[in-house]
């Protein structure tokens, strides 16, 4: 199984099975508005100055809003309601640029409270703290008990957590944070919902002006506090990082409650802010709404969970925006009960075969035989018990793309449309696929779904059936819900028009007359040739909208190969729908919805933006690895001036050497790995055993004229996996001098260059010096005068950066090639001694095990402590590179060990790097309604059967100074390729061997000495 990658787990919603009982719920919410500003430690300070003038804008006239909104009800437990009320207030939201919200609970055994999603136990754990600590049951003391034993522990842990809350608007939304959810729970066990309502606390306005307050501060640390105080907001402009999400800590009403309560929750919005925070207009996007595009989750997050699951759901509402759709393919039971699953066939996606062997049949699908195991089958009980149970010892619903996690197989069940709006999504997409399918079998789908849109919610119905969809608009012409016309291939025909897709979608107009829009594959876009390049976008996007239809695009998948112009950055190609200059869709049906959002949210727009210069508190250095070496061959000429466009901070040289003792640019001594040299100098194969295990053509065998007869060749670390880099530059590019990478260096505008020296012991016995090549280089280019641009020498031997420590205003870095667990103190302080900064592997700096996260070591914040930088690579986008954690989007792993401090980042697609730092989601202190955050190793492992993971293997070493410690470079001699034998004695590998050979060395250069001295005498 190949890594894809993951984000935070979901909130998970806990409940007791108990008395269920049906009741309506509203809800209303209230709003004033704040300017905050930013004090120290991330925490922010929201100050009112005083006032009793009017506003230089002028008289501002209050604005108001109230709305009830009714919440479903729910057994005890804690329930998440972000986006029930999210989506109930949007509009009203929307009016105010600046603002308070104030949610009032109108019941005595139910609460509201601010806590963490980020891990499904928080829900849990509230639950169990509660109870735990206020006991029911016949040894309680409690004396009240007229409705049950239920009766006061729900009264007592009303008031623990209150009935209230009081959240910032900022920018027509809710300043919610990212890790934060409403969490509702009930404190007890009926399922009747209950009143929440609004008591506004607000700043008043009278007369045209503003009363006179006097300054009012708090402070909101991280995510625990809200600011509560009257707040005053005379800028367009309200930013605050502490957004918030709330639980509604939902209590069910008991049976007989006479006329004291009302029978359901209300929470009651009530928003006020200034018109004159209204000023700046939203961004405008290019859809036909002007609306951001909208997030749509095929089966949920099905990139990581099984599709259509209710992990996949859940995970998919967590990590995606707070208007993110949930998109359900809808069957049917044969008792017409509908569950969501992608594929008509369950076979694929269950071991459905496996509870009932003799149960498959062969049915006409489309006018060809499809053969399989099919729901109209089986009653719902029987696949809800048998197929989607738990209880079994089988896994049922399974993962059916191989390039992700087997590991959930079998921990979850498939959903029913009940469950999916359980859940409570902004929007909810059903799909129908096989409308006629079910038709023959005698269940009728038009009237399903025409009975449940309005219970369910439902705001799209898509369908690739053109009678489908015409009839069922006549069954829904008096409600909101959008029709959606899904196309396949333009050659495939389809069934009731028997036209083919590319013939209706030339005739858009008539789509028109029974929908609102058209979901196509995303290539009817944007084409791509046969070689996997994108070509010229078609006008489909215009000419829809032109008419007035909206259009989504599916087959969106970061962990699917997709146009080589996207270089394996799920991020660019989001963007090329969303973000060029004719043209945004209205939506993205994808199973990664985290990559989509921030998208949308974080990159969407900023091209422009200039790059934060690096620093500490800011960003890390982007550092490349062989220049862009994931788009043209690694330290060509063309990688080089990709990375400088691209924005990098800093352009590497890894110096190899020719025969004749020029220093050139390249990875690796061998020049098979990145030349067409295999082709060409076949009688030039060697085998050096000090430099690598197996046979090479080596750099110091030929001479640079020779060398410059080669072509320079594109080759990823993952061709034999498919995923090719750019094959049309295979072979582009030049090689490049030392002193022509630095002569190009010196004429951009990077803000610093990066030496790499290996194998300087085994070349000094050829009699090539590797170290005074490259200081003469340096000096030539006057790098050793150099104030405009870093330069940084970097080598795994601790000799060659002692050799460069004459040389002060260069850093010198310790390369540490092996992973390591930890670092030992005294090897931080040996390593301190002669290096100005270390350079790690990415397994040095969060383990992992089984494609999973496991935990961060210490070794940055212990490089620190010795006031050594840290950079960590190497970074690559291929999907196939990354952790499951990191949800195969490259700009996760990124944002993870920028979280972490990391001084530099080292990749092979600095574009990736610089695009993540331009956008605002760089900025972990800014208030995002969404963005890109590092994933929590350890999170997604414990949801996993720990019987499906690999063995975890055993820790890795720890840095000890024997590793640090290298020999003295040996003389420079002029000697024969047996004399390659005897390098060994010099070898960088440190430790026994090494110090053994120390000492051989002392004695021997100590009896040289005596044997000097006699002869001079």
């Known amino acids: ?32 508005s704040g300017r905050p500003r930013r004090g120290a430690c991330g925490a922010v300070r929201c100050e009112v100055a005083s006032s009793s003038a009017p506003s230089a804008a002028g008289p501002q006239a209050a604005k108001w809003a109230q709305r009830t909104v009714v919440l479903p009800p729910q057994r005890r437990g804690c329930h998440l309601i972000t986006p029930k009320i999210v989506n109930e207030i949007r509009d009203d939201l929307a009016e105010f640029k600046c603002g308070m919200a104030h949610l009032f609970l109108q019941h005595t055994s139910a609460s509201l409270t601010i806590n963490g999603n980020y891990d499904s136990d928080v829900q849990a754990d509230t639950e169990t703290f509660l109870s735990r600590i206020v006991p029911e049951g016949p040894s309680a003391p409690w004396r009240h008990t007229m409705e049950g034993p239920d009766d006061m522990p729900a009264h007592i842990k009303s008031s623990m957590f209150g009935c209230s809350l009081t959240i910032p608007i900022t920018n027509g939304r809710l300043n919610m944070g990212t890790w934060q959810k409403k969490m509702g729970g009930s404190n007890k066990d009926d399922g009747c919902s209950a009143v929440i309502q609004a008591i506004t606390m607000m700043l008043v306005y009278g007369y045209g002006k503003l009363f006179q307050f006097s300054s009012v501060r708090c ?46 929750f209300l929470i009651l919005l009530l928003l006020h802010g200034a018109n004159s925070a209204l000023k700046n207009p939203v961004q405008k996007w290019q859809t036909l709404s002007g609306a ?53 066939a369950l076979d694929n996606t269950t071991l459905i075969a496996e509870v009932f062997p003799k149960n498959a049949k062969t049915y006409k699908v489309n006018g060809e035989d499809l053969h399989g195991w099919f729901s109209v089958d089986f009653t719902s009980n029987q696949l809800m018990d048998n197929v989607t149970s738990c209880h079994t010892d089988r896994p049922v619903v399974i993962q059916n793309v191989l390039s992700r996690p087997s590991v959930f197989d079998g921990t979850m069940g498939m959903s029913l449309v009940d469950d999916v709006v359980g859940l409570h999504p902004a929007q909810l997409w059903i799909n129908v696929q096989y409308g006629q399918f079910f ?46 016309l899904r196309f396949f291939d333009e050659k495939f025909i389809e069934p009731s028009t028997k036209q083919t897709y590319g013939a209706i979608l030339k005739d858009l107009k008539s789509v028109k007359t029974f929908a609102s829009g058209i979901l196509v594959p995303k290539n009817y876009i944007w084409p791509v040739n046969k070689d996997q390049y994108l070509q010229p976008a078609t006008t489909l996007v215009k000419d829809a909208h032109a008419l007035g239809l909206e259009v989504y695009a599916f087959k969106f998948a970061n962990d699917f190969i997709s146009s080589y112009n996207y270089s394996y950055d799920p991020s660019a190609e989001y963007l090329q729908f969303i973000d060029n200059s004719d043209f945004s869709v209205d939506g993205v049906l994808t199973d990664f919805q985290s990559t989509a959002s921030a998208a949308i949210a974080c990159l969407a727009h900023t091209k422009d933006n200039p790059l934060p210069p690096p620093r500490n508190d800011t960003r890390p250095l982007i550092i490349t690895h062989n220049g862009a070496s994931g788009i043209f061959p690694g330290a060509s000429d063309l990688a080089y001036r990709q990375a400088v466009e691209d924005g990098t901070d800093i352009i590497d040289c890894s110096v190899q050497m020719s025969k004749d003792a020029v220093p050139f640019c390249m990875d690796s001594p061998d020049l098979t790995k990145s030349t067409t040299a295999q082709t060409m100098f076949t009688t030039k194969v060697s085998s050096v055993n000090e430099i690598q295990n197996g046979s090479g053509i080596f750099s110091f065998d030929l001479s640079w004229s020779e060398i410059q007869t080669l072509k320079p060749e594109l080759v990823g670390p993952f061709n034999q996996e498919g995923l090719k880099r750019n094959p049309a530059a295979k072979n582009s590019g030049k090689l490049m001098t030392l002193a022509d990478f630095l002569a190009f260096s010196k004429r951009s505008n990077v803000s610093g260059i990066l030496v790499d020296i290996r194998n300087a012991p085994d070349l000094a016995t050829r009699g090539i010096g590797i170290v005074d090549a490259v200081s003469s280089a340096l000096v030539n280019a006057s790098y050793d005068k150099e104030t405009r641009q870093q330069v940084l020498t970097v080598s795994d031997d601790s000799a060659v950066l002692v050799a460069f420590s004459k040389f002060r205003g260069f850093k010198r870095v310790l390369q540490i090639g092996h992973v390591i667990s930890d670092a030992s103190k005294q090897s931080v302080e040996e390593v301190a001694k002669f290096a100005d900064a270390v350079s ?29 930088s840290v950079y960590v690579g190497v970074l690559r986008d291929e999907f196939m590179n990354l952790a499951f954690d990191f949800c195969a989007n490259p700009m996760a792993e990124i944002v993870l060990y920028s979280s972490l401090m990391a001084d530099g980042i080292v990749t092979e697609f600095p ?5 993540y730092f331009r956008s605002p989601c760089s900025d972990f202190s800014k208030n995002l309604t969404y963005t890109v955050m590092p994933p929590r190793p350890g999170s997604l492992l414990n949801l996993t059967d720990p019987h499906a993971l690999p063995p975890a293997q055993g820790p890795a070493s720890v840095l000890e100074p024997a590793d640090v410690m290298d020999l003295l470079l040996p003389p420079v001699t002029v000697s024969g390729h047996g004399a390659a034998s005897s390098s060994n004695d010099f070898s960088t590998k440190s430790g026994a061997t090494a110090a053994g050979a120390s000492s051989g060395l002392c004695l021997f250069v100590a009896g040289l000495a005596a044997l000097l001295a006699v002869s001079s005498r």
């Open 1 to 32: 199984m190949h890594p894809a990658a993951l984000a935070p787990a979901p909130a998970v919603s806990s409940s007791a099975s108990v008395r269920p009982r049906r009741c309506a719920a509203p809800v209303i919410i209230s709003s004033a």
């Open 219 to 264: 402070h909101c640390f991280n995510v625990c506090a809200l600011c509560f105080s009257l707040l005053m907001c005379n800028s367009s402009v309200c930013t605050s990082n502490i957004s918030q999400s709330y639980f509604l800590m939902q209590g069910a009403l008991p049976n007989q409650m006479g006329v004291r309560y009302s029978r359901m």
């Open 292 to 344: 951001p595009p909208l997030v749509i989750a095929r089966g949920g997050y099905s990139g990581l969970f099984p599709d259509s699951s209710q992990s996949a759901y859940q995970f998919a509402l967590v990590n995606s925006l707070p208007e993110a759709v949930l998109f359900c393919d809808l069957q049917l039971s044969s008792g017409n009960v509908g569950f969501c699953k992608t594929g008509l």
């Open 439 to 484: 038709l023959d079998h005698k269940l009728n789908i038009e009237e399903y779904i025409s009975s449940k849109a309005k219970e369910f919610g439902v705001n799209y119905v898509s369908s690739p059936e053109v009678g489908f969809l015409k009839s069922l608009g006549g069954k829904l012409r008096k409600s909101n819900v959008k029709l959606v």
């Open 840 to 868: 790690i592997s990415r397994g040095s700096v969060v383990e992992a095990q089984g494609s999973f996260l496991v935990r961060f070591t210490d070794v940055i914040d212990k490089m620190h402590s010795a006031n050594l």
């Open 911 to 915: 574009a990736t790097a610089a695009e």
